[in-house]
């Protein structure tokens, strides 16, 4: 199993990642068979997205209506089938994974060069993004097929990470951790905070970011909303404001959140962002190989709830981070999975009082082989005084 990167890796300090391999797509694809066999799956049917991005290294230029499809079988080499418009960027992407192609052509049916490579009473693992239209029509070329979700047959499909995948989550989580450091020293009061959070995705992208995915600023009784959408609400003295942003850097994906206060911060606010604060320690201690997921949740929840506010924590305690900035495996009650070396998950409780403010506070980590957990977001988890 791979262990984490130390902090100072090379990659994390912005330099080029080390490139992916045609062995490492093949190695991907590989375990991808050998999952779907142990599932008791006849293969997988990869629609274009993070799933093929993480096979193959293919992402077609535009995402349309015309079938493009990785199909991957236990004992069978893996095929790409692509419209023979996109077949030259194809060609480049199967050459580097290692696969073999095969196109079809406007006004011919895409199911019926798809079909061949099905078993004809097969259950398959399709991609959840995958279209509906596709799906119907291998199920009308082949009535005899069915089909589950990746996310439900193979969770972990893309959960446990190698060196080179952990020290692009590092340079994306120390981007991040850049990001924040500098958002410290802007004015908040008087502003609104579509402003701010337009300064966040600017850092992001200075530091290295090619996507931005989020920037949650939820300023006073917004920070009572987790996902609350940046708007024009003008920042006053006296706001708690939750800031949660990310988004992905060499393809890999960073998101950290801290909450900070305008002014001085009254007992109450002290007290409660200190809560979330060990709240937050407590889930990262109990990340070590063999703890269940849900026991993540449990320690941070506990500290919580001891407290009295455990009806104002509302979400799960994390999730999966990856090549997307939310994927499997899930920090939550009833998720028994355990966690191996080289997960890479948030952890992010917090609270949440309606009409008047919420703190958060998150970071990234893994398991190490060591046994302990390693942190990809290192700025300071106390509450910071902005202006």
Known sequence: MPSSPAPEAADARGDAPVPFTADDYRARMARAAASAADAGLAGVIVAP??????????????????????????????????????????????GAAALTLRDWTDGKDPYAVTAPLLDADGRFGVSD?????????????LPGTTYVSLTEALPMLRGVKDAHELARIAAAGAAADRAYGEILGVRFA????????????????????????????????NGANPHHEA?????????????????????????????????PPTDEE????????EAQQAGFEAVRPGVACQDVDRAAR?????????EYFIHRTGHGIGVTTHEPPYM????????????????????YLPGRFGVRIEDIVTATEDGAGHRFNNTPH????VE
């Open 49 to 94: 997205g993070p799933d093929l991005v993480y096979l193959t290294g293919y992402q077609p230029t535009a995402i349309t209506e015309r079938l493009t499809a990785l199909v991957i079988a236990p004992g069978r080499d893996p095929v790409l089938v692509v419209p023979t418009l996109e077949a030259p960027d194809a060609e480049r992407a199967a």
């Open 302 to 310: 506990k500290v919580i709830t001891d407290a009295g506010y455990g």
């Open 129 to 141: 993004n995958a279209w509906a239209m596709h799906l119907l029509g291998l199920q009308q070329a």
């Open 382 to 385: 106390a509450m910071a005084i």
């Open 231 to 263: 708007g024009d609400r003008v920042i006053e003295r006296g706001d708690m404001v939750v800031l949660d942003f990310g988004g992905l850097k060499h393809g890999y994906g960073s998101d950290t959140t801290r909450t900070v206060h305008v002014g």
């Open 190 to 221: 008087g502003r609104r905070e579509t402003d701010v959070a337009a300064d966040l995705a600017a850092l992001l992208l200075r530091f290295g970011h090619s996507q931005v995915d989020f920037t949650v600023v939820g300023s006073g009784p």
């Open 332 to 351: 939550i009650e009833g998720e028994e999975l355990p966690i191996v070396p080289g997960m890479c998950f948030s952890i992010e409780p917090g609270v």
């Open 270 to 277: 002290r007290r409660i962002h200190e809560l979330v604060r």
